[in-house]
């Protein structure tokens, strides 16, 4: 069955960095869009980025453009959100999520597939 485990979460003081993975079972990446997710306490739940598995394309939220990146290791079966120049309107539980499309997003409620997730607190 489709399962995913995301790590890599903690604590970090602000301009810090940490790098959340995303490992996957149950299928494989070339045909799913995967995405990071993200819910602080009090908010709605918010799309961080997406990576495509068809073309590697990928999508990220304005909040986070030029400070995170998204990646795939295809061998590993596993996705990677690396997360530079924290902040602590960042500090959310970080989730990641998939379903079968040829392109991801993150807006919508498409994805039917998610982890458990792993905390992300930024804070001096």
């Known amino acids: 069955q489709v399962q995913l485990v995301e790590s890599g979460g903690g604590l970090v003081q602000p301009g810090g960095s940490l790098r959340l993975s995303c490992a996957a079972s149950?299928?494989?990446?070339?045909?799913?869009?995967i995405a990071w997710f993200r819910q602080a306490p009090g908010k709605e739940r918010e799309g961080v980025s997406c990576?495509?598995?068809?073309?590697?394309?990928?999508i990220y939220a304005d909040s986070v453009k030029g400070r995170f990146t998204i990646s795939t290791d295809r061998a590993k079966n596993t996705v990677y959100l690396q997360m530079n120049s924290l902040k602590p309107e960042d500090t959310a539980v970080y989730y990641c999520?998939?379903?079968?499309?040829?392109?991801?997003?993150?807006?919508?409620?498409?994805?039917?597939?998610w982890g458990r997730g792993t905390q992300v607190t930024v804070s001096s």
């Open positions: 149950g299928f494989t990446l070339e045909y799913y869009a």
């Open positions: 999520a998939t379903h079968y499309a040829y392109y991801c997003s993150i807006t919508g409620n498409q994805y039917d597939y």
């Open positions: 990576i495509s598995g068809s073309d590697d394309s990928t």
